[in-house]
């Protein structure tokens, strides 16, 4: 079992940047695919990025050359950078984990979630 803690939201002005976290805890983080997803009000959650065990990554065209995700396993955590916010970054953000050897970016791969926090950018 993996109990995930999401941080880092906050409200920033567009043009702005924030860096959100993702710890762990219950089993090492190494072996897993961690992916972060947001969901806007009335919206479906969407992909938004992804790190392998392997340390591939994937990320969603709409954050591209904008976000990085990293991880760091000695501290069972994963971190997603968001620079260059605009409004439309606005959503709760969730980290996910899953055994999976890939590079996933179906939130139904994922097996644990954390709570979500909340990412706003005002224009």
């Known amino acids: 079992q993996v109990q995930l803690v999401a941080s880092g939201g906050g409200l920033v002005q567009a043009g702005g940047s924030l860096r959100l976290s993702c710890a762990a805890s219950g089993r090492t983080f190494a072996p897993y695919c961690v992916g972060w997803f947001r969901q806007a009000p009335g919206k479906e959650r969407e992909f938004v990025a992804a790190?392998?065990?392997?340390?591939?990554?994937s990320y969603a065209d709409s954050v591209k050359g904008r976000f990085t995700i990293s991880r760091d396993n000695a501290k069972n955590t994963v971190y997603l950078q968001m620079n260059s916010l605009k409004p439309e970054d606005t959503a709760v953000y969730y980290c996910?984990?899953?055994?999976?050897?890939?590079?996933?970016?179906?939130?139904?791969?994922?097996?644990?979630w954390g709570q979500g926090t909340q990412v706003t950018v005002s224009s």
């Open positions: 790190v392998s065990w392997s340390v591939a990554k």
């Open positions: 996910a984990a899953s055994s999976g050897r890939a590079t996933l970016v179906d939130k139904s791969d994922y097996e644990y």
